[in-house]
């Protein structure tokens, strides 16, 4: 049993750790774009904290949170920089699969003597993996994984013979390509979502496991692996919801981000036509603020009620037996869905009244709107690809999509 850095601290104390860093991020932000991650000192400071920690079992040297403080967490840095807070999160975040559905022996190893694991995924598959004695020998190439920076460990899904598995493997067996930052994509260059290639890398048979995440049945199995070891639901397995919050996460911080600015922008400069006043005197400018101020506290409040949702589901499977399915999942995600749309309507209406100084290149409201419509472009944000998924669930046809 390996215990955690600090044992007794809270996962508000976290919180308030997070929000604590927003304006140094705030500094960075420009300069994490150019270089395509955050800085060495803010990871530091984001392993100082525990952040990467938050989904870790304790029995590995994590906190064990649930869900709901790490996309606090998440939302407070993207505040200060929405790129670096989805490096954050994606080099975070997969503890949570790694404790949920790898095996006990593959646990041990890969959160390691010390409980030192970040680790970038990457879930839709390429390369091969060919079976040999005691494990696989892995070959290919993964763009965009996300966190890879910063990262211990990559998790990839890989083709084999009988099917998709996922591998996860130290740092040193990945070669990371110079592909990601300096302005290659429209946004969210801060991300650290390199390439990353295997050549031939011996995995044991216990650091990959199936890839049958998206309809993962624990009952069919007495319990997911994680739960069975860790004896709490949020490992059981049920993955669509937190996939979602994953990528929405640090757009919320972004909505909070760009109001700040949009407040800061009304305070500090005039109306363009007269009568000359100040911006906050306008009534334009008070409905537009209202409204963008209702748009992130509601995206905001949707993100945590389906992390809520989410656990109270995960803990009736667990205390009472009742059924926690993927149909349950994929509602829940669609909860998530709606919060990141939040986002959009917010941050573009800002962007749009801000002002054409506002929208100038290098600006701070620019760039957060060019992050937000990175992320557009993710198929996670797919509404309707989701939707449908989740309705198809719902009514007891086959799951498709995503």
């Given at each position: 049993m390996l215990r955690p850095p600090e044992s007794e601290v809270t996962a508000d104390e976290i919180v308030v750790r997070a929000a604590a860093m927003r304006d140094g991020l705030r500094e960075d932000a420009v300069a994490a774009a150019e270089r395509g991650s955050s800085s060495a000192e803010h990871h530091e400071a984001f392993r100082e904290a525990g952040f990467y920690r938050i989904l870790q079992p304790r029995r590995y040297g994590g906190y064990q949170f649930g869900m709901d403080t790490f996309l606090r967490v998440i939302a407070e840095i993207g505040r200060g920089d929405p790129g670096s807070a989805w490096g954050l999160c994606l080099a975070s975040g997969h503890a949570l699969h790694l404790a949920s559905f790898y095996p006990e022996e593959g646990q041990a190893e890969l959160f390691g003597p010390d409980g030192e694991f970040r680790c970038a995924q990457r879930a839709v598959p390429h390369g091969q993996a060919v079976p040999v004695a005691d494990g696989w020998r892995v070959s290919g190439r993964w763009d965009y994984a996300s966190g890879i920076t910063w990262s211990t460990h990559f998790m990839g899904t890989v083709f084999a013979p009988d099917g998709q598995i996922v591998?996860?493997?130290?740092?040193?067996?990945?070669?990371?390509?110079?592909?990601?930052?300096?302005?290659?994509?429209?946004?969210?260059?801060?991300?650290?979502?390199?390439?990353?290639?295997?050549?031939?890398?011996?995995?044991?048979?216990?650091?990959?496991?199936?890839?049958?995440?998206?309809?993962?049945?624990?009952?069919?199995?007495?319990?997911?692996?994680?739960?069975?070891?860790?004896?709490?639901?949020?490992?059981?397995g049920r993955i669509l919801?937190?996939?979602?919050?994953?990528?929405?996460?640090?757009?919320?911080?972004?909505?909070?981000?760009?109001?700040?600015?949009?407040?800061?922008?009304?305070?500090?400069?005039?109306?363009?036509?007269?009568?000359?006043?100040?911006?906050?005197?306008?009534?334009?400018?008070?409905?537009?603020?209202?409204?963008?101020?209702?748009?992130?506290?509601?995206?905001?409040?949707?993100?945590?009620?389906?992390?809520?949702?989410?656990?109270?589901?995960?803990?009736?499977?667990?205390?009472?037996?009742?059924?926690?399915?993927?149909?349950?999942?994929?509602?829940?995600?669609?909860?998530?869905?709606?919060?990141?749309?939040?986002?959009?309507?917010?941050?573009?209406?800002?962007?749009?009244?801000?002002?054409?100084?506002?929208?100038?290149?290098?600006?701070?409201?620019?760039?957060?709107?060019?992050?937000?419509?990175?992320?557009?472009?993710?198929?996670?944000?797919?509404?309707?690809?989701?939707?449908?998924?989740?309705?198809?669930a719902h009514l007891g046809l086959p799951f498709t999509g995503i």
């Amino acid at each position: 049993m390996l215990r955690p850095p600090e044992s007794e601290v809270t996962a508000d104390e976290i919180v308030v750790r997070a929000a604590a860093m927003r304006d140094g991020l705030r500094e960075d932000a420009v300069a994490a774009a150019e270089r395509g991650s955050s800085s060495a000192e803010h990871h530091e400071a984001f392993r100082e904290a525990g952040f990467y920690r938050i989904l870790q079992p304790r029995r590995y040297g994590g906190y064990q949170f649930g869900m709901d403080t790490f996309l606090r967490v998440i939302a407070e840095i993207g505040r200060g920089d929405p790129g670096s807070a989805w490096g954050l999160c994606l080099a975070s975040g997969h503890a949570l699969h790694l404790a949920s559905f790898y095996p006990e022996e593959g646990q041990a190893e890969l959160f390691g003597p010390d409980g030192e694991f970040r680790c970038a995924q990457r879930a839709v598959p390429h390369g091969q993996a060919v079976p040999v004695a005691d494990g696989w020998r892995v070959s290919g190439r993964w763009d965009y994984a996300s966190g890879i920076t910063w990262s211990t460990h990559f998790m990839g899904t890989v083709f084999a013979p009988d099917g998709q598995i996922v591998v996860t493997v130290p740092r040193e067996h990945v070669e990371v390509l110079d592909d990601w930052g300096a302005g290659r994509t429209i946004g969210l260059n801060a991300t650290g979502s390199n390439t990353v290639v295997l050549d031939d890398v011996f995995v044991p048979a216990h650091c990959a496991v199936p890839y049958d995440w998206k309809e993962y049945d624990p009952d069919a199995h007495g319990g997911s692996p994680g739960f069975r070891l860790h004896g709490d639901p949020l490992y059981i397995g049920r993955i669509l919801t937190f996939f979602m919050a994953e990528l929405a996460a640090p757009m919320v911080g972004a909505a909070f981000a760009a109001l700040d600015e949009y407040e800061h922008i009304a305070a500090t400069r005039g109306t363009s036509f007269p009568p000359r006043m100040p911006r906050t005197e306008s009534s334009f400018v008070q409905e537009w603020l209202g409204e963008a101020m209702g748009c992130a506290d509601s995206a905001e409040a949707l993100l945590l009620a389906a992390a809520a949702r989410w656990t109270e589901k995960g803990r009736r499977w667990a205390e009472h037996g009742e059924p926690f399915t993927v149909a349950d999942d994929a509602r829940i995600r669609e909860v998530v869905q709606h919060a990141a749309q939040e986002v959009w309507r917010g941050v573009e209406l800002m962007f749009r009244t801000g002002g054409s100084s506002a929208a100038t290149r290098g600006s701070r409201l620019e760039a957060i709107y060019r992050d937000v419509s990175m992320y557009r472009t993710h198929i996670g944000a797919q509404y309707a690809a989701t939707a449908t998924s989740a309705a198809r669930a719902h009514l007891g046809l086959p799951f498709t999509g995503i």
